[in-house]
């Protein structure tokens, strides 16, 4: 067999003379690796660019459907954009009227930053709420995904007033939401975080649902 | 040099020459992401895609790489491939890719994989240097699969917990709780828990070598007296 015959070369540098002993050789060579490896790669790039964007959307829809209900809305809120404050917003819009936003909120957390998305009814309550991304610590942090853990569902119908918001913290800093054992600085980022949300949402209400008005004076 | 037989290869990447115990590489990716034994299973098979495929091209184009400047160009092969199964997976194999995706990169930092590209596939033929890569990965595996699991037992009292998310619902049967209502133990969860088990993982593996190696003395022993006699 051939690797047989292989198998019995010694090491590659005694293998050939010629143009590998030439003192440009491992110049040309690694340039010609590094042009096979880029045109390799531009190749994957361009094979894979629209799957994963098709992906990406998906995963936006779905998780954009678990913080907005379905029932709520006629359009599909990851095409309704809008950019407010250097915050991207999705609408969910049912006749013609907002019912419902989504945004993402930032906290920081013990590893890091610690992606929320956010959706909230026009009146400014939690419709619900999912961590997109973390770094928190395995197995005490990472409860504040709805995988693990039901703890985010905690969030849904609550609004600025509802708790006052003194009240908008977890319970070792006088709040009403639930710290885990082992685990305070996640779940108060959380808490900061959609706290932030929701005033954000507060200071730009009108132009957040500015369809509604448009809708309403035409 | 003598060709290297199929046996050979299989006992040098799963014990002899194993990439953690034996030549205390590929610490970095071990170490960062044995949290659980799913996680470790997932690191393992995907090192081991890495270092087969590796193994072969770095392999074919063994003739062609120039010595003086083998070690850029082995990168250069490594770090290509990674990219494009990183690209592939997110494509194509999304929900997997959600879960693994943090660790595909991770893979770079490997330097099992280099070594072996330098020690092994750069000297042998495309047969052999696959299997290597085979073996060595599954020797790997193995071993992220143990740490993971003393881990994830002393730390948290579960085994394979989140196996379904990684592997597809029909795993969900590894998923199981050993210690019900267990407090954790937050230390072995987090990285010097990772430290302190590997150590204890390092130092079985030498008693038992010590041991078959006592006994092979003793046998040796035994056969020279009975030749004396």
């Known amino acids: 067999m051939a690797e047989g015959k292989d198998a019995k070369t010694p090491a590659p540098a005694e293998e ?11 110049t040309l060579m690694l340039g010609l690796f590094a042009l096979v490896a880029a045109a390799l790669l531009g190749w994957g790039y361009e094979t894979t660019k629209d799957p994963i964007a098709e992906r990406r959307a998906e995963d936006l829809r779905a998780s954009l459907s678990q913080v907005i209900p379905e029932t709520r809305h006629d359009n599909d809120p990851s095409a309704e954009t809008l950019v407010v404050d250097g915050h991207t917003v999705y609408r969910a819009m049912r ?64 609004s600025l007033g509802d708790p006052p918001s003194a009240k908008w913290a977890v319970k070792k800093d006088g709040g009403r939401f ?34 509604e008005i448009l809708e309403a004076g035409s | 040099m003598s060709q290297v037989g199929f046996g050979e290869i299989t006992r040098e990447g799963l014990w002899t020459n194993n990439v953690v115990f034996a030549q205390l590489l590929a610490l970095c990716p071990l170490l960062a992401v044995t949290g659980t034994a799913t996680n470790g299973l997932g690191m393992g098979l995907a090192s081991t895609a890495v270092l087969i495929t590796s193994g072969l091209v770095v392999s074919l184009l063994r003739g062609a790489i120039a010595t003086d400047v083998r070690i850029p160009a082995f990168i250069l092969i490594i770090a290509t491939l990674v990219t494009l199964v990183d690209m592939a997976m997110n494509a194509w194999l999304h929900e997997l890719y959600k879960v693994l995706g943090l660790f595909i990169p991770l893979i770079v930092t490997n330097c099992a994989i280099l070594g072996r590209a330098e020690a092994f596939a750069s000297r042998h033929d495309p047969l052999r240097s696959a299997y290597d890569g085979l ?22 009292g579960t085994l394979f917990a989140d196996a379904a998310l990684l592997l597809g619902p029909g795993m969900a049967f590894l998923e199981t709780v050993l210690i019900p209502d267990y407090k954790g133990f937050l230390l072995f969860v987090l990285p010097p828990g990772a430290f302190i088990v590997l150590g204890f993982l390092m130092a079985g593996k030498r008693l038992i070598d010590f041991r078959i190696e006592r006994r092979a003395e003793a046998r040796r022993a035994a056969a020279a007296d009975a030749m004396e006699v």
Do not use: C, N
């Open chain 1, 16 to 26: 050939k003379r010629g143009i590998k002993q030439h003192a440009v050789y491992p």
């Open chain 1, 95 to 158: 006749d013609g009227r907002v019912t419902g936003i989504a945004f993402e909120v930032v906290g920081y957390g013990y590893g890091g930053a610690i992606v929320v998305l956010l959706g909230l009814d026009p009146d400014g309550r939690v419709l619900g709420a999912r961590v997109l991304s973390h770094a928190e610590t395995p197995g005490l942090g990472d409860k504040i995904e709805v995988a693990r853990d039901d703890w985010i569902l905690g969030f849904d119908g609550l």
């Open chain 1, 178 to 211: 639930d710290q885990f054992s082992g685990a305070t600085i996640t779940p108060r980022a959380v808490v900061k975080a959609i706290k932030g949300g929701l005033e954000f949402f507060e200071a730009r209400r009108a132009r957040l649902l500015a369809a």
């Open chain 2, 135 to 156: 073996m060595m990965g599954v020797g790997f595996t193995l071993v992220l699969v143990l740490l993971g699991a003393v881990r994830e037992i002393i730390g948290a």
